[in-house]
Nanobody, 124 residues
Framework: QVRLTESGGGSVQAGGSLRLTCVPS????????MAWFRQAPGKEREAVAT????????RYADSVKGRFTITQDNAKNTRYLEMNGMEPEDTAMYYC?????????????????WGQGTPVTVSA
């Protein structure tokens, strides 16, 4: 059974930083994509960043480029989303997700496995 466990959400003031953590377990493959998505109240879910498990190639949404960084520590089997220079518009529930595709895309339909979400609130 595949499980994704997120942690690290919380409340910060604008300009502050948070680091989210996602630990996947139970997935049998070695070539997969991990992604962070977010969904704000009343808005559609959107992709934030992706990282390939083998190549570590990353991709970011335009709204977070230069502020957010997705990384992975394969020794710990952990993925991180470092969020700096946060803005009130970053307030949302953040989810990590796993796709078995070899190419990471922003399409949520690619991702079969999802975490429970961790809330992030940024105050002005």
């Amino acid at each position: 059974q595949v499980r994704l466990t997120e942690s690290g959400g919380g409340s910060v003031q604008a300009g502050g930083s948070l680091r989210l953590t996602c630990v996947p377990s139970g997935y049998p493959g070695i070539n997969y994509c991990m992604a962070w998505f977010r969904q704000a109240p009343g808005k559609e879910r959107e992709a934030v960043a992706t990282i390939s498990s083998l190549s570590a190639v990353t991709r970011y949404a335009d709204s977070v480029k230069g502020r957010f960084t997705i990384t992975q520590d394969n020794a710990k089997n952990t993925r991180y989303l470092e969020m700096n220079g946060m803005e009130p518009e970053d307030t949302a529930m953040y989810y990590c997700a796993l796709s078995g595709r070899g190419t990471c895309r922003f399409d949520a339909d690619d991702y079969l496995y999802w975490g429970q979400g961790t809330p992030v609130t940024v105050s002005a």
